[in-house]
Every structure is written in structure tokens, then in C-alpha cells.
């Protein structure tokens, strides 16, 4: 894994060392950053980076004020490490495209885990796995949506959402199945975590949002009219 570069950015030196110890160790590269300005021209600078593991509150720009300059650049997953985890504060950080939280303090296996699972989702398909549905294509390979042709940008966890509706078209999925699925992991949040994720991928999918059904009581249902 030594070509996957993961930047850790925050502001207290003795987490950067932990946590860089233990995905060195895993074989990743690690960057730096001990402030969110440096963050971003770690990030710009660099130019690879695959995955950022990012603090919230740092001094100069925190970290959802990084998240946000990213994301008008970068859909590259980002994991958020906060001292106390709110309600507010998560569904805040998944408005902005977030894809995982980890509330301090936290095991360091936990997290190379959390990120080991992002690497095996993105690494972990072949050249010709491209999924069709009702004009959405999605090329896992290249991480790819388009609509009718055209591309469209997705953050790393609403494509992941796009692709576990698409593969299991035509069925009633609960809120929990796809936490489970579609997170990797046991998520302890509010079901408006998904909402959230939902909505936005809604209104990026524009008329074929429509075809994100809405189980009341229950979940979601991808179908595609005709079929």
C-alpha cells in the first residue's frame, strides 16, 4: 500500500505521530498538517493524496472550512476526528461530504481499519464493473457517474450509496441494512444520517432522483420506471 498517501491534519503533534505510526506500519505514506491552511497546501501541493483524515477544531481554519475548500476541488474520501460528536455536528460535516466519523479518544486500529476498508471499496474491483441503470452509469472501476452521458460529481459516499440502490433495484432497503452495507460498519447515529446522504444524491441525479422511492416508516427503494 505504499503508493496510497493518507494526510493527517491536526493540530496536536502527539495524535499525528500516533496515528502516523500506525498507518505507516500498515504501509501507508503519510503526510502532515498541523493547521488547516497548511492542510490545504499540503493537499494542493501534493496533488495524490487518496484519503485525509481531518480534525475539526484547529487554529487558522478549522476543519470544516478545509472540508468545504476541498470539496470544490475533490470528491477524495475524508474521515473526520472530533473531541465531542453531536448530532448536529455530523449531519453538518455529511452536508459538507464528510464519508466517516471517529469521536476522540479512539483506537488507532479502528481507524487504519476504517481506512483499509475505503482503500479495499476503491481498490477492490475490476476494469469492466460498470453498472447501468435507467441512463445512470457507473464505472467502480474509475469511480465514475454519469447521466445520459454526462458526467456527475459524486462524493465518495454517495456514489457508494448509488451503487448499493442500483445493485439491489427493486428492493425495500431499511435505513439500518444500508448503514450497515453501505458504511462498513455499525453506525450508533441518527437514521437522518441517510436522509442526509438521500437528498443530496437526489438532487444531483436530478429527473432520476426520481427514482430513489422513499419507504415510509422503513427506508429507501431504487426502481426504475419501465422496469
Known sequence: MSDIKVMIVDDESRMRKLVNDFLTKAGYEVIEASDGEEALERFYDTGDIQIIILDVMMPKMDGWEVCREIRKVSQVPIIMLTAKSTEEDELTGFELGVDEYITKPFSPK???????????????????????AGGIKLDKAAHEVTLDGQPVELSYKEFELLNYFVVNQGIALSREKILNNVWNYDYFGDARTIDTHVKKLRSKLGEKGNYIKTIWGMGYKFEVPGK
Open 110 to 132: 479502528i481507524l487504519v481499519a476504517r481506512v483499509d476498508a475505503i482503500v479495499r471499496r476503491s481498490k477492490g474491483v475490476s476494469a469492466d464493473d460498470v453498472l447501468e
